[in-house]
């Protein structure tokens, strides 16, 4: 008989598990990784050598000497403002694609479809600079120059790149990866490229596009801006040359 005295057992502490949910397990409370910057700075040296190599393997300057369809209409103009700004990524010669412009739609129609494609391939190499190469390079900008040149893209973005591309003595691909980098906008980046890149691309799409009469005066005014504006930064080049390297002597 049980003891009147004794506490009364309580309920019964439920099993592990029984009628409740099992919960997350630690795989499943973390976030899914990016990949990390490195990995994806690889990838984009492997992307741009796989670019490269094509090029060299293909000559693209052998489009000089092809003959050229006559193509027209607005679904031509766009589908080689396409094809442009893909060749333009994978690094093929511009003066290239603005000459061939030329020799396929004339100068106004040329020049709108490389001006396009310009914008086009820019914005491919820009955001591929971004999106793969920007986390991992930004830590390593500790020089002087490397600071300097970043406070000023980043600062002073549209001034910054109208300047770049005006400047014909520039690498195209470079100042786009460059600009990527840093922390400039998209849109003062792609405003500027139009803007600066229009210039020296209409010059050579009107040359591609009176190649057939080399005495004309269209040609000649063409090719003469092409040769003043190449001998100008020739000449700020050697100009800054003295003076940058004085200041890379300085201890």
């Not at 409370?29 to 293909?58: C, I, K, M, Q």
């Not at 679904?75 to 994978?90: I, R």
């Not at 040609?219 to 700020?236: H, S």
Request: proline share 10%; glycine share 10%; charged share 10%.
């Amino acid at each position: 008989m049980p003891d009147p005295a004794a506490p009364s057992p309580g309920p019964a502490a439920p099993r592990p598990g029984a009628g409740t949910c099992p919960g997350p397990g630690p795989a499943e409370r973390r976030p899914r990784a990016r990949p990390s910057a490195w990995f994806r700075l690889g990838l984009l040296v492997a992307l741009l050598a796989a670019a490269a190599a094509t090029v060299l393997a293909l000559h693209p300057e052998r489009l000089l000497t092809s003959d050229w369809p006559q193509l027209s209409g607005g679904a031509a103009v766009v589908l080689f403002s396409a094809a442009y700004g893909v060749c333009t990524a994978a690094f093929v010669p511009r003066p290239i694609l603005n000459i061939a412009a030329g020799a396929l739609f004339g100068a106004p129609a040329g020049t709108a479809a490389a001006v396009v494609g310009t914008v086009l391939g820019s914005a491919a190499s820009f955001g591929l600079g971004r999106l793969l190469g920007q986390d991992a390079l930004r830590p390593l900008l500790r020089g002087k120059w490397l600071r300097a040149a970043d406070r000023q893209l980043s600062r002073h973005a549209f001034r910054s790149m109208m300047a770049v591309r005006l400047f014909p003595g520039v690498p195209f691909a470079a100042a786009n990866y460059c600009a990527a980098v840093s922390r400039m906008r998209w849109t003062p980046f792609l405003l500027a490229t139009a803007l600066g890149s229009a210039p020296a691309t209409a010059a050579y799409v009107i040359a591609g596009s009176h190649a057939t009469a080399p005495t004309s005066p269209a040609f000649l005014g063409a090719t003469a801006f092409i040769a003043v504006t190449g001998l100008a930064a020739v000449i700020v080049a050697w100009r800054k040359k003295g003076p940058a390297a004085r200041r890379l002597s300085r201890p």
